[in-house]
C-alpha cells in the first residue's frame, strides 16, 4: 500500500485526537501521527486528495509532503 | 432564529476553540458560535430553515471532535 505524508498544523493533543477521528471516521487507513514536528503519515488505497479533503476536515492548515 | 447548545468533547486548549469557532461560523446560517473549553459546549445561534441542530452537531463531530445534542 502507497504510504503518504502530509503536513498538519497541529498545536496540540486535541488536534491530534481529531485527526484521529476523522481518519478512522474514513476507515481504509493505516496512520502514525507525529505531534511534535506536524506530520501525518498515511498508508491507504484511499486518493492523495480524499486524504487530504480529509484532513481539512479538522480545520487545520493541511498540505501533501509526497510519498514515502 | 433559534440557538441550542452542543457537548463538545476532546477540546484540550484555546486553539482548540478557535478552530471550532472559525470553521462551523462559516457555514450557511450561522448568526453566532460561542465554545467555552471549560464548559465543554458550543453555544449557537443560528437560522432553523438552513441548519438543524443535527447537522450542526454532525458538523462539528466530521471535524473530530465528539459533539452531543443535549435533549
Ligand atoms: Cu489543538
Ligand atoms: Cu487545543
Known amino acids: 500500500m502507497p504510504k ?17 477521528r476523522v481518519l478512522n471516521k474514513l476507515g481504509g487507513v493505516q496512520f502514525d501521527i507525529d505531534l511534535h514536528n506536524k506530520k501525518v503519515s498515511i498508508e491507504s488505497e484511499h486518493s492523495v486528495d480524499t486524504l487530504l479533503d480529509t484532513l481539512k476536515k479538522t480545520g487545520k492548515t493541511a498540505s501533501y509532503l509526497g510519498e514515502k | 432564529v433559534r440557538s441550542i447548545v452542543v457537548s463538545v468533547e476532546g477540546m484540550t486548549c484555546n486553539s482548540c476553540v478557535q478552530t471550532i469557532e ?17 464548559e465543554k459546549n458550543a453555544a449557537i445561534i443560528y437560522n432553523p430553515k438552513l441548519q438543524t441542530p443535527e447537522s450542526l452537531r454532525e458538523a462539528i463531530d466530521d471535524m473530530g471532535f465528539n459533539a452531543i445534542l443535549a435533549d
Do not use: P
Open chain 2, 22 to 38: 472559525q470553521q462551523i461560523g462559516k457555514l450557511n446560517g450561522l448568526h453566532s458560535i460561542k465554545v467555552s473549553l471549560q
Open chain 1, 4 to 20: 503518504h505524508e502530509f503536513f498538519v498544523d497541529m498545536t496540540c493533543e486535541g488536534c491530534s485526537n481529531a485527526v484521529t
